[in-house]
Every structure is written in C-alpha cells, then in structure tokens.
C-alpha cells in the first residue's frame, strides 16, 4: 500500500509556472505507474500526465502537451509535475495516483487504486 501527499499548488497569474510534488510513502515507489489528474468545480475529474515506474514513459493529455512535464525521482519516491505558461482553464485541484498493477489505460482514473488528497491550482487572467 502507499500512501500519497501532493504539494506545491498555489494561486499564480497567467503566463506562470509552478512545480507540483508528489510524495509517496514505501519502499517500492519504482514499482508504481503515476499519474497527475486535476478536476474543476462541477466538472469531472480529468486526465493530465502519467509516467512509467522507471521513468521512461511518459504521456500527457492533449491540453497541457508542451506546457507541461512530468517526472519523477525514485529515490526520493517523489514524482512532480512542472506547469509552465498557466492558463486560468489549467484552475482545478491537482491529484496524483499509483497503480501497482501497471494494466489499465493511463489516462484512465480507473487504473489507479491509490489517490492523494490534491492541491489546488488556481491561475488569475
């Protein structure tokens, strides 16, 4: 089982950046499948970028490619998300999510068994 605790959301203006972190707990972080969601109010939660345990895959829905990266360092079980040119429809509270199984569709919030509790991103225009 891991346990997982996003960080480093915040309220910026368009045109920023900010960095989110995902910290797990265990000893077989590299085991897992990661992932960032995000959800608005009154909107369904909402694939953003996912990475392989290894690192060595990653991909990226079609509303953040470019803008955003993901990665992740394995000996500090912590995975991170690097959003660069924000806009104020990137708003939502960010999630991160482990699947141990690595099945599933990656972009899909049914693969992943393991959730944090989010950290809320909100960009000013």
């Known amino acids: 089982q891991v346990q997982l605790v996003e960080s480093g959301g915040g309220l910026v203006q368009a045109g920023d950046s900010l960095r989110l972190s995902c910290a797990a707990s265990g000893r077989t972080f590299s085991s897992y499948d990661m992932g960032w969601f995000r959800q608005a109010p009154g909107k369904e939660r909402e694939f953003v970028a996912a990475?392989?345990?290894?690192?060595?895959?990653?991909y990226y829905a079609d509303s953040v490619k470019g803008r955003f990266t993901i990665s992740r360092e394995n000996a500090k079980n912590t995975m991170y998300l690097q959003m660069n040119s924000l806009k104020p429809e990137d708003t939502a509270l960010y999630y991160c999510?482990?699947?141990?199984?690595?099945?599933?569709?990656?972009?899909?919030?049914?693969?992943?068994?393991?959730w944090g509790q989010g950290t809320q991103v909100t960009v000013s225009s």
């Open positions: 990475i392989s345990g290894s690192g060595a895959r990653a």
């Open positions: 999510a482990a699947d141990r199984t690595n099945s599933g569709r990656y972009y899909s919030t049914l693969k992943y068994g393991y």
